[in-house]
């Protein structure tokens, strides 16, 4: 017996959102967080090639906004198992309807929200609590020639963060705008 995985379709052509109900009893609950045949279903024969963890200790802390250029792009499958996360993805994808658009999703260990963000995005997270966990498969592997990045706050995105001062690597803080790079993105 397994418990109950719900999808909607975002605003974002092509991305999804997975919502989890756990089987609670007085022990705590039991949760299914992927079913390979629903994948299928939904979005194909995907195959994830890798599982990232990912710590982070402040709340007010932005990783992102990543992708990978070809052939290295990747599609993800993003939940956060503890704290709470504000995640953000952007479409980069040349000649979709929603180029440039860009959605904000809520996920946290309480709510079980899945996100599945498609090749061609940007993806990034603020984080909303301290001591954050986010997971992720990802179908392809990492490449890091092939590593890109836009500036969580670019202009001409105008994403509205829950953090308008953020922590950030120096990598982060220092990714170009999506003007600088448009050539450069290849999906």
């Excluded at 949760?31 to 024969?45: K, N, P």
């Excluded at 440039?100 to 963000?117: C, D, R």
Aim: charged share 30%; proline share 3%.
């Amino acid at each position: 017996m397994g418990n109950k995985i719900t999808y909607t379709y975002l605003p974002i052509k092509d991305a999804i959102l997975f919502k989890t109900e756990p089987i609670e009893d007085m022990r705590g609950y039991f949760m299914r967080v992927y079913d390979h045949s629903l994948i299928f279903e939904i979005l194909g024969d995907i195959k994830w090639l890798q599982e990232n963890h990912s710590y982070t200790k402040k709340k007010g802390t932005i990783r992102g906004l990543h992708f990978q250029l070809k052939p290295f792009t990747e599609s993800k499958l993003i939940r956060c198992i503890r704290g709470e996360i504000q995640d953000i993805i952007v479409d980069l994808r040349k000649g979709s309807e929603t180029f440039g658009l860009w959605h904000s999703e809520i996920l946290s260990e309480k709510n079980h929200k899945i996100l599945f963000v498609p090749k061609g995005f940007a993806h990034g997270y603020c984080t909303l609590s301290d001591e954050v966990e986010v997971l992720y498969k990802v179908d392809n592997i990492y490449n890091k020639d092939y590593e890109c990045g836009v500036r969580w706050n670019d202009d001409s995105l105008r994403i509205k963060w829950v953090e308008s001062n953020p922590i950030l690597s120096e990598r982060d803080a220092n990714l170009p705008f999506l003007s600088d790079i448009k050539d450069k993105i290849n999906f």
